[in-house]
C-alpha cells in the first residue's frame, strides 16, 4: 500500500465548526463515516472530487483543508 | 467492527460452510463407493452447475437472516453507501482474488501436464475459485480493518 503524504486539517475544522461530529460531514459529503475517519487519520488520500466536497463542508479553499507534505516524498526521492 | 467488515465476515463463513456442506454432500451422495465417477466429464459438468445457484442462493438467505439479527440486536440495517474508499478496496479485493484464481488455474493445467487424472484439474479448479473467493473477502477484512 502506497503511503500518504496528504495531510490535513479536517479536525481542527470540525472543532470550529461547532465540534462537528465525523457522521455530519460523512452525511454531507456522502461518503461513510469509516471513510471520514480513514481520512483524518492519513490512511487514505480521498479523490479530489471528495477533498473539494469537504473544503465546500467547511467553506475554506481546498490548500487550507489538505496539503501536501513535500519533505516526506522528497525524503522518500 | 464496521458494517462491510462484518459483511465480509459473513461471506467468509458462508463460503467454508457452503463449500464444506456441498462437498460433504457430493461426496456420500455419488463417490462413496463408487470412485469411478470421478472421470465422468457428466458428473463434474453437474456438479459445478448446481454449485454455482445453490452457493448465490446460500449467500442471499444467509446476508438476509444476518442483517435481519444485526439490526434486531444493534438497530444498525445493512451499509446504505458504497463510497469511493468501498469501491477502491472492493477493486483491490477482486485484483487479488483474479490472481490467486489464475495460480489456481496454472497449478491445474500444471497437474493435467504432468498426467494427472482429470478430476484432480477439476477438483483443482474448483478450489481454486474458492481460496480466490477466501482470499478476497479477507483481504477486505485486512483493509478495513487497517483504515485503508
Known sequence: MSKCFISNNIRKLRFLADEMTQQQLADKTGVTRQTIMAIENGKYSPTLELAFRIAGVFHTPLEEVFSFDEKVQKGKK | ?148
Open chain 2, 1 to 148: 467492527m464496521y458494517d462491510r467488515e462484518k459483511q465480509s465476515l459473513v461471506s467468509l463463513i458462508t463460503m467454508v460452510l457452503i463449500l464444506g456442506s456441498y462437498t460433504l454432500y457430493v461426496y456420500h451422495k455419488y463417490i462413496a463407493g463408487n470412485l469411478d465417477i470421478l472421470n465422468d466429464f457428466k458428473f463434474w459438468g453437474k456438479a459445478y452447475l448446481i454449485l454455482i445457484p445453490v452457493s448465490i442462493a446460500a449467500q442471499i438467505i444467509i446476508h438476509i437472516i444476518f442483517f435481519t439479527i444485526n439490526k434486531i440486536v444493534t438497530n444498525e440495517g445493512a451499509p446504505a453507501i458504497t463510497d469511493e474508499r468501498d469501491q477502491l478496496i472492493e477493486l483491490k479485493a477482486i485484483r487479488i482474488a483474479h490472481w490467486t484464481f489464475i495460480a489456481g488455474f496454472i497449478l491445474s493445467m500444471g497437474s493435467l501436464a504432468t498426467g494427472v487424472q482429470p478430476w484432480v484439474m477439476l477438483i483443482a479448479l474448483i478450489y481454486s475459485g474458492f481460496i480466490a473467493a477466501i482470499a478476497s473477502e479477507s483481504a477486505k477484512i485486512y483493509f478495513y480493518w487497517k483504515g485503508f
